[in-house]
């Protein structure tokens, strides 16, 4: 029987969470403490430094929000909008959409730049659409849309953006560890992350990142964010040193201890491993797993496919949930349904971080030979 201390394991290859690496767990359990204790402050710092390098930037305000991916696109919203404020959002999925929303909350003017599910954006369309709207303060995109499994490009879109005064803002939940992302060198001015995609950490924590055109935005602001909670102007001053008034922390709410712990660890491995030869795994198993659904008659949705999250049609004759069931009971393997418009239409499976093995790639593809039959 399964309790609450002892859930059976599973193999999550669905869109998050990805499986936690056993030091990751162990991380978790190391012994509490208070959230200005030196000790800890000295692994905040740290763990702040591991997320610089594997988000390729040096900005100083790169810190993890308490919350998972949607606190950070919450965050990067409220901070950078004022009411009234002008945005464009590319919806091209779920969490585009989501954007969209969120940013609305904050009373912004928001522009949906939509192309159907499972399409990106080309330079010509994203230039012409800041033409259309000019006066926008903050174009954002979804680098890896986890409802279709498309991946956009972000190279360009800075100089375009840039040259029309806005901010690039851009999700990168399902990329970050798995994809190719750099922040300084592709002008990014805003960024949000999640812990439990390709970091492999659980979920909790929001990575996040502001540049200097964005603390420029948050300082002259002329209305307080409508976040308490999420508001940048007083959390750096708990999370930067000398932050506050006399150089030291201020409190202003109780970090997740334990949980810095874990992403601590789990930047740690993702940097034992490398980016690029991370990057590199993530393709390769990508191509496996697609050599081996195609074989199987399973086609792909996006023409331009995530390597960490894999969305393909549900087969002609295939009953969608009795087949994820009976992944899940007979084999342990979770993958994900269809998300909005693909709900019943699509399967998502998810190689992401410490899923993304030759042996979970064969494993899948045994058992939906089998459960198709
Ligand atoms: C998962 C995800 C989110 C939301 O993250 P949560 O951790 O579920 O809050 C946002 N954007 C994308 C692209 C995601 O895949």
Known sequence: MSTTSHPAERILLGPGPSP???????ALAAPTLGHLDPQYLAIMDETCELMRQVFQTKNLLTFPVS???????????????EPGDEAIVCVNGVFGGRMKDVMERCGAKVHALEVPWGETYSLEQIAEALDRHPGVKVFAIVQAETSTGAWQSLAGIADLVHSRGALFVVDAVTSLGGHELRVDDWGIDAIYSGTQKCLSCPPGLSPVSFGERALARMDARKTKPQSWYLDVSMLR???????????????????????TYALHEALTIVLEEGLNARIARHAAMHQRLRRGLEALGLAYIPKNSLHTLNCIGIPAGAEDLKVR???LADYGIEIGAGL???????WRIGLMGHGSTVRNVDLVLAALREVLR
Do not use: D, F, W
């Not at 965050?75 to 909008?81: D, E, G, P, Q, T």
């Not at 001053?237 to 949980?259: D, F």
């Open 20 to 26: 936690v690496p056993q030091r990751v767990l162990q």
């Open 67 to 81: 919350g998972t991916g949607m606190a950070g696109m919450e965050c990067i919203a409220v901070n950078l909008l």
């Open 237 to 259: 001053k708990y999370y930067l040193s000398g932050g506050g008034a006399g150089g030291g922390r201020v409190y202003h709410h109780t970090a997740p201890i334990n949980m």
């Open 325 to 327: 069931q009976r992944l």
């Open 340 to 346: 909005g418009v693909m709900a019943g239409k699509a």
